[in-house]
């Protein structure tokens, strides 16, 4: 069974920085891509960032140049770096694996709370 667990989430204040990570139960270059998503209270779950075939990456357009996403084969985990947080990044964030034929998985998301 597949299973991706995240850390790393917590409060941070306003312009300051939190590293994310996922650790997959597999080789991440298995995955056809990986992802973070994140969904704020009140919200739909939003992309973040994602990786495919190892190196490239895709972010939304709302943290371009903040965030990045990288995989680290040996270890089996994929992170996110983010910098210049910012209050409208407090949600709770999700680590996504899709493989095969429309298989996927979820983590079981880390709270990101950022203060003003």
């Known amino acids: 069974q597949v299973q991706l667990v995240e850390s790393g989430g917590g409060l941070v204040q306003a312009g300051g920085s939190l590293r994310l990570s996922c650790a997959a139960s597999?080789?991440?270059?298995?995955?056809?891509?990986m992802g973070w998503y994140r969904q704020a209270p009140g919200k739909q779950r939003e992309l973040v960032a994602t990786?495919?075939?190892?190196?490239?990456?895709n972010y939304a357009d709302s943290v371009k140049g903040r965030f990045t996403i990288s995989g680290d084969n040996a270890k089996n985990t994929v992170s996110l770096q983010m910098n210049s947080l910012k209050p409208d990044d407090t949600a709770v964030y999700y680590c996504?694996?899709?493989?095969?034929?429309?298989?996927?998985?979820w983590g079981q998301g880390t709270l990101v709370t950022v203060s003003s």
């Open positions: 996504n694996a899709h493989w095969g034929y429309s298989r996927e998985v």
């Open positions: 597999r080789n991440i270059f298995s995955f056809n891509d």
């Open positions: 990786l495919t075939n190892g190196r490239n990456t």
